[in-house]
C-alpha cells in the first residue's frame, strides 16, 4: 500500500474523477483538493494496511 | 428579590422555581449580557427575544397559578444553529441553507428542554456544515474565544463554547462528530458532554456524518451539564439511532463521589503528538483522582484515521448535490476537503466501517479492567484566530484536520465523555476528556463533578478586554 500511496499522482485523479462525480472544479481549487487528498491516502493505507478477517463485518446498525 | 440574578443553570432553576425570581427578569438579564458581550465575542447568530420573553411570561403566570416548576425552571439557554428552531431556515454555519424554508417546530433537544422549562433565547454560530474544529465562520464571522478574543474558540460547536465562557447564558446545546464539543469546550474552558451514541436524540438537527453525530450540552458546571442531560433523555422514533433505553438520570448519582472507581490514563497514541501542557492537564487531573494505572487504546492511530475518512466521505454524500451546483458558496476550505472526500473509493471507507467493528469490541474488552480512562481534548491550547498551522512534536501541521487528534478515536466508537476544562497557569485553559463506558455517562459526570468540588476544574466567565 505504501507503494501505492507513493505512486498515487492526486491531480490526475481529481482530473479523471471530476466527470465522473459531476463536479465542475476550478483550477485554482486544485492544490487544495489534492493536498486534502493525499492526508485522506495517508489514512486509507492505515487502514487498508490493517488484517480483519473476512468475517468481521461492519455493524448494519452501529451501537456503542 | 434584590440582588444580581445567579449566572448557574441550577441556580437560576432554585430561584425561580423558588418563586424568588421572575423568568422574565432572568431573560431579561441574559438578553442584556447578550447585548453587551455579543458585538465582540460573535457567538449568537440569532436573538429571540420575543419569543423568550413570551415563554418566560408563560411560566411564570404558570408558576403563579401553582404550577410545578421543572427541573430547569426559568433557565436561558441557546442552540447551535444546526438545531431547528421553529420560525428559523438551520442554517448549519452554511450561506446555502439560509434559503432552506424555516423549520416548521423545535428540534428535540429544544422541545425536551423547553418542556423542563428552560427558555431558548438564541441560536449559536458554528462552523460551516460542522466540518470544523477552529470556529472560523466565513459566512457569519468567526466566534472569538472570551479568554482571548484573538484566539479560536474551538470548532465546530464555536457559539456554543464562546457563550458560556462570556457569561451569556448558563447553558448550550452543541453538536459533536468528531470532537465538535469537546474541543470548543477544552479552548473556551468549559464543561460539555459528548453523550454514548444515540443516547440524545439528533431529531430535527442538520445532519453531517450520521455514522458519527452526536447532540448534547454544554455548560459552566458538572451539576448544570448533569440537569440538562436528564431533561434531554428518552427515546424519538425520529432519530433513527436513538436508543429505545429509558431515561437513566444522573443527578440522583452525580454526588456519590469517586470511591471504588477504576481510573486509568490513556497511555500511547494518546501521550504523544500534542504540547507538554495537554500531556499536563491529563497529569493533574489524574493526580486529583488517584489514578495511576496507564492504558492502551489498541490502535487508536488507525480509528482516528478510519473516523476521518468515514467523516469525509460521509460528508461528502451528504452535500454532493451542493457541491455539483453551488461550490462557490461554500467556505473554501470546507468544500476543499468535501470534493477529496468525494472522490474516496468505496473500499476504504467500507474497510474503515469494518475495522470500527474491531476497535469497538477491542476497547469494550479495557472496559472489563477499567471504569474511567483520561486522555487530552486537544493536542494544544485554543491557536490564534486565522493560524493555519502549527507544530506538534516538532511536525508542522494543518490545525482544521488536527486539532480532533485526541477525540477522533472516541467518539468513533460512540464512547461517552465529559470533557473537563484545566487552567494549568495563567495562560488559556485546556481540556481533559474524562472517558466512561457505553451508556455510563453517570460515570464520567461524577469524576467532572468531583474534579469542580475539589477544584481541579473550573470554568470562569471571562472578563473581555
Known sequence: MQEAEQSFAPEAYVAAARPLLGLEIDDAWTASICANLRVLAAAAALITSFPLPDESEAAPRFEA | MSGPIPT?????AAAVAGRRRKAR?????????????????????????????????ALDAALSGGATAGPLA????????????????????????????????DGSLVRRLEAAGAILVGALNMGEYAYDFTGENVHDGDARNPHALDHMTGG?????????AAGMVPLTLGSDTNGSIRVPAAF??????????????????????????????????????????????????????????????????????????????????????????????VARVAEALGAERTVALPEAHRARAAAYLITAAEGATLHLDRLRTRP?????????????????????????????????????????????????????????????????????????????????????????VVAVP????????????????PWREDLALRVARHLEQTGVC????????
Open chain 2, 328 to 416: 462557490g458558496d461554500f467556505d473554501p476550505a470546507v468544500r476543499d476537503r468535501l470534493i477529496a472526500g468525494a472522490m474516496i473509493p468505496a473500499p476504504f471507507v467500507e474497510r474503515a466501517q469494518r475495522f470500527r467493528r474491531w476497535y469497538r469490541n477491542a476497547v469494550l474488552d479495557l472496559f472489563g479492567g477499567v471504569d474511567v480512562i483520561l486522555a487530552p481534548a486537544t493536542p494544544c491550547r485554543a491557536p490564534k484566530r486565522g493560524q493555519t498551522h502549527f507544530v506538534l512534536d516538532g511536525v508542522s501541521l494543518p490545525v482544521r484536520a488536527n486539532v480532533g487528534v485526541f477525540t477522533q478515536p472516541i467518539s468513533f466508537i460512540g464512547l461517552p
Open chain 2, 188 to 281: 473556551c474552558g468549559c464543561f460539555g458532554l459528548k453523550p454514548t451514541y444515540g443516547r440524545l436524540s439528533r431529531a430535527g438537527s442538520f445532519p453531517f456524518v450520521g455514522s458519527l453525530d452526536h447532540l448534547g450540552p454544554m455548560a459552566r458546571s458538572a451539576a448544570d451539564l448533569a440537569l440538562a442531560y436528564d431533561a434531554m433523555q428518552g427515546p424519538d422514533p425520529d432519530d433513527p439511532v436513538a436508543t429505545t433505553r429509558a431515561p437513566e438520570p444522573v443527578m440522583p448519582l452525580l454526588d456519590s463521589g469517586i470511591g471504588g472507581l477504576r481510573i486509568a490514563v490513556a497511555g500511547g497514541y494518546f501521550a504523544r503528538g500534542g504540547d507538554p501542557e495537554a500531556f499536563a492537564a
Open chain 2, 156 to 164: 465546530s460547536s464555536g457559539g456554543s463554547g464562546a457563550a458560556l
Open chain 2, 25 to 57: 427578569d432572568v431573560v431579561a438579564d441574559v438578553l442584556g449580557r447578550i447585548e453587551r458581550s455579543d458585538p465582540r465575542v460573535n457567538a449568537f447568530t440569532e436573538v429571540l427575544a420575543a419569543r423568550a420573553f413570551d415563554r418566560a411570561d
Open chain 2, 422 to 437: 484545566v487552567w494549568l497557569d495563567d495562560g488559556l485553559p485546556l481540556g481533559v476528556q474524562v472517558i466512561a463506558a
Open chain 2, 8 to 12: 448557574s443553570a441550577a441556580a437560576i
Open chain 2, 74 to 105: 426559568g433557565v436561558p439557554f441557546a442552540a447551535k444553529n444546526l438545531i431547528d428552531i421553529a420560525g428559523l431556515p438551520t442554517r448549519a454555519g452554511s450561506k446555502i441553507n439560509r434559503e432552506r424554508p424555516a423549520a416548521q417546530r
Open chain 2, 458 to 465: 473550573a470554568a470562569p466567565i471571562a472578563e473581555l478586554t
